[in-house]
């Protein structure tokens, strides 16, 4: 069973930085074809955030292109989110997504604040 744990989530003034990271467990022979991540706002609905399939192709929401950039480790088991200078708008809980073909797995969230 695969398992996503994220974290690095906090509280960041307007302008700011945040390092996401988020680790898969569950499985040595763990093979995705794709992680990233989401967000989802105060009254809002989850949004994606910025992608990468196992090839190595990102993919950003056009609201967030210029501001994050999504990485993984060797082992392609660890994916990061570098957000820089953040804003208010970006409040939210970001979530890990990960898809091996039809099945789908989420972490649990973690909480991003932007408030001076």
């Known amino acids: 069973q695969v398992q996503l744990a994220e974290s690095g989530g906090g509280l960041v003034q307007p302008g700011g930085s945040l390092r996401l990271s988020c680790t898969a467990s569950g499985s040595q022979w763990i093979r995705f074809n794709d992680m990233g991540w989401y967000r989802q706002g105060p009254g809002k609905q989850r949004e994606l955030v910025a992608k990468i399939t196992s090839a190595g192709i990102t993919n950003y929401a056009d609201s967030m292109k210029g501001r994050v950039t999504i990485s993984r480790d060797g082992a392609k088991t660890t994916v990061y989110l570098q957000m820089d200078s953040l804003q208010p708008e970006d409040t939210a809980v970001y979530y890990c997504?990960?898809?091996?073909?039809?099945?789908?797995?989420w972490g649990q969230g973690t909480q991003v604040t932007v408030s001076s």
């Open positions: 997504h990960a898809r091996i073909w039809a099945d789908e797995y």
